[in-house]
């Protein structure tokens, strides 16, 4: 085993024993969660015990509901009303502090995922990056609203108002990107939000705890922890959740949904499975191809619901493309996350080689092939990516989101086979398409345009620019996010009207000039 940088080592035990809840951080005295990580720090292999968390449950869970609806108080609370310029100042305040706790938060992200360090750097800066946007970008929202109009003999001032107590659940795999792409946009909108970490990457909020406290009002960010069951189901059985944001899995979030007491007064912000394919045509640049197919495929092992979970390779390049492919997957490097150079990094969850491996057993019980030296092969917390052809729809690595280092290839004969596999499936999030004529191209991406929400031309799926929208369909997502568009999946148009005759414009006109209402206003922020 190779010697562990000294910036990079874990020399005690992080055990968070503190929870924010009503603008204080309190102490928890119960009972705790171990946090270990598969990554080893002795020359024998174990896994590395990290620290502790709270094992949650009931009481807490009525704790931070009461905090959150206190909060937002029937529409009320001092958040929900205040001017956006002084929600903007707390967004600024803690992002400023967030700042500061980069180099720990990184070393948290490589220990409890695996991530690699170049890609847990750029996933925290990504996160300040996107802060920033969202604040600029909510800027001009409100300028464009600073203003009356008038139809039909009535004006109108139309703003965006919050919705109210938001349940937010990220994933483990971007547990600080993603978790924030529903964080920061449901806070600045006015919404007090009830924040539970995923069941890795939790330990690397701790060092945020105090931003957070210091930054907003009491009851507008509550941060607890435990498992989703004893803590989120509890919370949305309440009935006081208005808006749940999820990132992750479908049944998670149709459980956590049928717990609610009044399905219609819930809104749902969710980004969930995806099987989004690769479609290589005949006259594909294949090292183009490749390459992307590599990044698209096994980017962070695979853990990514915008990985290419399936390529379709037109039959006739189809032995070259996979012959230069599996030589390709074999070459990539494998290591510990802070080892320079490194693709591959050990698997965050201890039973996902074992769920890997199964699928592989299925597929070759019918016919399919590993067609790389190393694929399969494993190790104390890693399974090399076998690739696998070919690969049928009778088998369970065509129809399951393997979400690891697992690449499952077919080919095709006709364009209408993939097509109609698309069609057919639950998903429909991303496609990548491979070819040049454009001919052949442009129905294409007519009909793909159909099935999902981004067609990625001779380049890998993927979620950013954080300014397109990121969303899917079926059963893929519900509402869109991005830096625009997630301003409005949290809130909702509401305005005041009056009718345009002298009485009421001399009302209009005095609160204009009282700067009594932080609502009519027409002040713009620079």
């Not at 007064?265 to 183009?288: C, F, S, V």
């Not at 209408?416 to 639950?426: G, K, T, W």
Request: glycine fraction near 6%; hydrophobic fraction near 40%; aromatic fraction near 8%.
């Amino acid at each position: 085993m190779k010697t562990i940088p000294t910036e990079h080592q874990i020399t005690q035990p992080l055990h968070q024993a503190t929870y924010l809840v009503d603008g204080v951080l309190k102490q928890w005295t119960g009972n705790t969660t171990p946090v270990y990580s598969t990554i080893s720090s002795t020359e024998e292999y174990a896994p590395t015990f990290l620290g502790t968390i709270p094992a949650m449950g009931q009481d807490v869970a009525t704790e931070v509901i009461l905090a959150a609806e206190h909060a937002y108080n029937n529409g009320q609370g001092m958040w929900p009303t205040m001017k956006v310029a002084d929600r903007i100042k707390c967004v600024e305040n803690f992002v400023t502090q967030m700042k500061a706790t980069r180099t720990e938060v990184v070393k948290y992200l490589m220990w409890e995922i695996g991530k690699s360090l170049p890609d847990s750097e750029k996933e925290f800066d990504r996160t300040v990056e996107y802060i920033y946007d969202t604040i600029a970008d909510y800027k001009q929202l409100d300028r464009d609203c600073a203003r009356f109009t008038k139809s039909q003999g009535v004006n109108a001032m139309v703003r965006r108002g919050p919705l109210g107590v938001v349940l937010c659940l990220g994933p483990y795999n971007y547990p600080l990107n993603e978790t924030f792409t529903l964080l920061i946009p449901a806070i600045i909108m006015g919404n007090p939000v009830i924040f539970k970490p995923a069941k890795h990457g939790v330990l690397l909020i701790s060092p945020l705890l105090k931003a957070f406290q210091s930054s907003f009002p009491k009851g507008v960010i509550n941060i607890i922890y435990g498992r989703g069951r004893d803590v989120a189901s509890p919370i949305m059985k309440s009935g006081k959740v208005a808006v749940l944001a999820l990132i992750g899995n479908s049944k998670s979030a149709i459980a956590l949904q049928d717990q609610h007491p009044n399905k219609n007064r819930l809104r749902l912000i969710l980004g969930l499975e995806a099987k989004n394919p690769a479609i290589i045509l005949p006259d594909a640049d294949l090292d183009l191809a490749i390459q992307e197919c590599i990044t698209g495929t096994l980017s962070f092992n695979g853990q990514r619901c915008t990985a290419l979970k399936i390529v379709y390779v037109h039959e006739s390049i189809a032995t070259e493309f996979n012959r230069r492919f599996a030589e390709k997957v074999d070459a990539l490097p494998f290591g510990n996350p802070w080892e320079k150079g490194v693709f591959l990094t050990p698997l965050p969850e201890k039973e996902k080689p074992q769920y890997i491996q199964g699928l592989i057993d299925d597929a070759q019980k019918q016919g399919a092939q590993i067609l790389n030296e190393k694929g399969g092969t494993h190790s104390d917390n890693f399974i090399f990516p076998a690739v696998l052809f070919p690969v049928t729809k009778k088998m369970r690595v065509y129809h399951e989101e393997q979400f690891g280092p697992l690449v499952p290839i077919m080919t095709f004969k006709d364009i209408q086979e993939p097509l109609n596999d698309m069609a057919e499936s639950n998903y429909g999030q991303q496609v990548s398409l491979f070819g040049k004529d454009i001919r052949t191209i442009a129905p294409l991406i007519d009909t793909l345009v159909n099935l999902v929400c981004r067609v990625n031309l001779n380049s890998s799926c993927q979620r950013g620019p954080d300014l397109y929208p990121f969303t899917g369909r079926k059963d893929s997502a519900v509402g869109t996010l991005s830096i625009h568009d997630a301003l409005r999946s949290f809130s909702i148009r509401t305005f005041v009207a009056s009718k345009d005759n002298e009485y009421n414009n001399e009302i209009l006109q005095a609160l204009l000039n009282s700067k009594e209402s932080n609502f009519i206003n027409t002040d713009y922020i620079l």
